[in-house]
C-alpha cells in the first residue's frame, strides 16, 4: 500500500488506509485521523427523475498520479499534518458502492478536518479523472463543477 | 486505432517541404483524448503530421477538421504538452505528446 494510488474496483478499502497510516514510523505522534469515502448516489446531476445505476471513471493515470502526488505534498507541508492518503477507484462504481478515498493523520482534529477538506476540493478539482454517470436513460459526463459534485 | 493525418496544407511536392538545410520542413505529433474528447473524436489517439514550425492553435485547427464533432467543446477543452498544461499557444516539436480533454471531475 502507497499513499496514493488508482485501482480497479475492490484492489483497496479503508482498513487498508488506515493499517498504511497505522505502520508509518511518527504515527504514535498523530492525534487524530480525519478520513473522506466518497460513495456513488443515486440522484442524478441531472433532474430528470431516473435513479442513477452506476458511474463509469476513467482517467489520465500518468498525470493524475503526478497531481495527487502534488495535492500529498502540498497538505503535507500544514503545521500539524503527518501524511495524507488518496485513492480512487477507476472502474465501473455501482450506488452506494466508494470510488474516492482521503484520509488525514494529524496531531489534532483542527488540522486533519480542514486539510480533508481542501484535499478533497482539490482532488474533485485537479485530478485528471473523469466520470460518466449513467442511468436507465441516459448517460453524461460529469465535471467537477456540475451540482453537488 | 491511431489516425495518421496530414496538414493539408503540407505539399506532397518534396522539394516544397524542405526548409534552408534541405531538410523536411514537417514534424509528427501524437494526440491522445480522454473522456467526452475522446468520445467525439472517435478515437483515443490520433498523429497529426504539421508544416513546420507548428504550434497548439495550428493543431487545434487540424484537430477540429479531422474530428469537427469536437467543435462543441473546443471552448471547454484543456490541454497538456508533454504532460505540463498549456494555457497559451506554444510551439510544438517533432515528437510532442498533446493530450486533450474537457473539465475534470473525479471523486
Known amino acids: 500500500m502507497e499513499a496514493i494510488g488508482l485501482h480497479k474496483k475492490g484492489e483497496v478499502e479503508l482498513g487498508q488506509i488506515l493499517e498504511y497510516l497505522a505502520n508509518l514510523p511518527n ?17 442524478p ?25 502534488q495535492i500529498r505534498q502540498d497538505m503535507k507541508k500544514r503545521p500539524g499534518v503527518i501524511e495524507v492518503s488518496i485513492h480512487h477507484v477507476i472502474d465501473k462504481v455501482n450506488v452506494g458502492e466508494p470510488s474516492l478515498w482521503v484520509a488525514v493523520l494529524g496531531d489534532h482534529r483542527q488540522e486533519v478536518f480542514a486539510t480533508l477538506s481542501e484535499t478533497v476540493d482539490r482532488v474533485k478539482k485537479e485530478v485528471t479523472i473523469w466520470k460518466k454517470e449513467f442511468t436507465a436513460a441516459e448517460s453524461y459526463w460529469v465535471s467537477s463543477e456540475a451540482r453537488g459534485h | 486505432m491511431c489516425f495518421r493525418h496530414k496538414s493539408p496544407n503540407r505539399s506532397n511536392k518534396l522539394s516544397e517541404n524542405l526548409n534552408a538545410s534541405g531538410l523536411l520542413a514537417s514534424i509528427t505529433v501524437n494526440v491522445a483524448y480522454f473522456a467526452q474528447a475522446r468520445e467525439l ?8 503530421v504539421l508544416n ?28 497538456l504538452v508533454n504532460g505540463r498544461a498549456v494555457w497559451e499557444n506554444v510551439s510544438l516539436n517533432h515528437g510532442d505528446r498533446v493530450t486533450l480533454f474537457p473539465p475534470v471531475g473525479g471523486g
Open chain 2, 52 to 79: 513546420d514550425p507548428a504550434d497548439m492553435n495550428h493543431l487545434l485547427s487540424e484537430i477540429m477538421n479531422a474530428h469537427p464533432k469536437l467543435q462543441g467543446i473546443r471552448d471547454v477543452l484543456s490541454s
Open chain 2, 41 to 48: 473524436a472517435g478515437t483515443k489517439e490520433d498523429e497529426f
Open chain 1, 27 to 43: 504515527y504514535h505522534k498523530a492525534g487524530a485521523i480525519a478520513c473522506f469515502t466518497g460513495i456513488v448516489r443515486e440522484d
Open chain 1, 45 to 69: 446531476v441531472r433532474e430528470s427523475g431516473t435513479k442513477v445505476t452506476h458511474l463509469e471513471y476513467e482517467a489520465y493515470e500518468e498525470a493524475a498520479l503526478k497531481t495527487m502526488e
